[in-house]
């Protein structure tokens, strides 16, 4: 699958829709001031929301011993199993893991496609997925849910995970292997996107997808996504690229449009480069539909981070939540 986000150049101008940033320029997809924003506006949300009774999809008490295995950057150091990192002299220090049937699990799926660190006015696509994943994360931590990351290329497939655990701190260890492409294990094909995100959970979990769907294939994609829903609750997060493409006009009349994901190039007119907005947003649209017609539920993010937040912060506590009736 490749992803149709160009760069553009034309003339004596150019156009460009930045790809990954020099590093000592480079500003975080999603920053501590804006976490805490975040943070804030759920506590208020989950506050309204949750006044009454309420029920989970899981049920249970307590926690149940897992097993041992090697600390990981987020992990508490809480649950260093110090016995058991001395017979390893402690390198690796171990940890002791827990799972909590009382919670549900939450494990986002997100697009990391080099045409997600793509964007306009200094805003990639990358941010928007990058506050999406700190919305339902922070989520998560309200109810104590465990959360977990998986990552995957449009153009290659591959899909690289972070095991779902507890709390705030494990939330922004995600959001550092979103950013960075670090922290991250391999994930085993399973031979299908359905099969292999399954495999990652030990139980029914909510599993949000986000991308822009700006793929060879979105169809293909939304029926993995369709074959996943039947044992997870799975929805999309469909992230509105139109705002990307809201591009200056230029003076030359033949601009190159050139595929950051393969490479290909082609030569539009200036008039079909300032179409691409609208391109982007019918397709999306079409994508939108697709989705509903496989009943999958849509949320689209745009470029207002705020509105963002409450939109998909109030959408994930309603997922989360099961009022008693």
Same mark, same amino acid.
């Given at each position: 699958?490749?992803?149709?986000?160009?760069?553009?150049?034309?003339?004596?101008?150019?156009?460009?829709?930045?790809?990954?940033?020099?590093?000592?320029?480079?500003?975080?997809?999603?920053?501590?001031?804006?976490?805490?924003?975040?943070?804030?506006?759920?506590?208020?949300?989950?506050?309204?929301?949750?006044?009454?009774?309420?029920?989970?999809?899981?049920?249970?008490?307590?926690?149940?011993?897992?097993?041992?295995?090697?600390?990981?950057?987020?992990?508490?150091?809480?649950?260093?199993?110090?016995?058991?990192?001395?017979?390893?002299?402690?390198?690796?220090?171990?940890?002791?893991?827990?799972?909590?049937?009382?919670?549900?699990?939450?494990?986002?799926?997100?697009?990391?496609?080099?045409?997600?660190?793509?964007?306009?006015?200094?805003?990639?696509?990358?941010?928007?997925?990058?506050?999406?994943?700190?919305?339902?994360?922070?989520?998560?931590?309200?109810?104590?849910?465990?959360?977990?990351?998986?990552?995957?290329?449009?153009?290659?497939?591959?899909?690289?995970?972070?095991?779902?655990?507890? #709390? &705030?701190?494990?939330? %922004?260890?995600?959001?550092? /292997?979103?950013?960075? @492409?670090?922290?991250? *294990?391999?994930?085993? =094909?399973?031979?299908?996107?359905?099969?292999?995100?399954?495999?990652?959970?030990?139980?029914?979990?909510?599993?949000?997808?986000?991308?822009?769907?700006?793929?060879?294939?979105?169809?293909?994609?939304?029926?993995?996504?369709?074959?996943?829903?039947?044992?997870?609750?799975?929805?999309?997060?469909?992230?509105?690229?139109?705002?990307?493409?809201?591009?200056?006009?230029?003076?030359?009349?033949?601009?190159?449009?050139?595929?950051?994901?393969? #490479? &290909?190039?082609?030569? %539009?007119?200036?008039?079909? /480069?300032?179409?691409? @907005?609208?391109?982007? *947003?019918?397709?999306? =649209?079409?994508?939108?539909?697709?989705?509903?017609?496989?009943?999958?539920?849509?949320?689209?993010?745009?470029?207002?981070?705020?509105?963002?937040?409450?939109?998909?912060?109030?959408?994930?506590?309603?997922?989360?939540?099961?009022?008693?009736?």
């Amino acid at each position: 699958m490749s992803t149709h986000v160009p760069e553009l150049t034309g003339g004596a101008r150019s156009l460009k829709m930045p790809g990954r940033p020099h590093p000592a320029e480079a500003t975080p997809l999603v920053n501590l001031a804006e976490i805490t924003e975040i943070e804030l506006l759920i506590l208020r949300q989950m506050r309204e929301m949750t006044i009454g009774d309420h029920r989970s999809r899981s049920h249970g008490s307590g926690f149940d011993y897992v097993g041992v295995r090697e600390w990981q950057a987020g992990d508490r150091f809480s649950s260093i199993d110090w016995p058991q990192s001395s017979l390893t002299d402690f390198s690796p220090l171990i940890v002791r893991e827990f799972d909590q049937p009382s919670t549900a699990t939450v494990m986002v799926v997100v697009d990391d496609s080099p045409s997600m660190r793509c964007g306009t006015r200094g805003v990639p696509l990358a941010a928007v997925s990058a506050r999406a994943v700190a919305t339902i994360g922070l989520s998560a931590v309200f109810f104590q849910d465990m959360f977990g990351l998986v990552t995957f290329d449009a153009g290659s497939g591959g899909l690289a995970a972070v095991s779902p655990r507890i #709390g &705030r701190n494990h939330v %922004i260890h995600c959001l550092d /292997a979103y950013e960075h @492409r670090r922290g991250l *294990r391999e994930v085993r =094909d399973a031979g299908s996107l359905s099969t292999t995100v399954a495999s990652l959970v030990r139980r029914t979990a909510l599993v949000p997808f986000v991308s822009d769907f700006l793929v060879d294939d979105p169809r293909s994609v939304l029926r993995e996504l369709a074959l996943l829903n039947t044992t997870h609750d799975a929805f999309v997060v469909l992230v509105d690229a139109a705002f990307a493409f809201e591009l200056p006009r230029v003076s030359a009349g033949w601009i190159e449009v050139c595929d950051v994901e393969s #490479g &290909r190039a082609q030569i %539009i007119s200036r008039s079909q /480069a300032m179409r691409l @907005r609208d391109t982007v *947003r019918r397709w999306q =649209d079409d994508v939108a539909r697709a989705a509903k017609d496989l009943d999958l539920d849509v949320v689209r993010l745009g470029a207002d981070a705020t509105a963002n937040a409450m939109v998909l912060a109030e959408f994930v506590a309603e997922r989360r939540l099961r009022k008693v009736t």
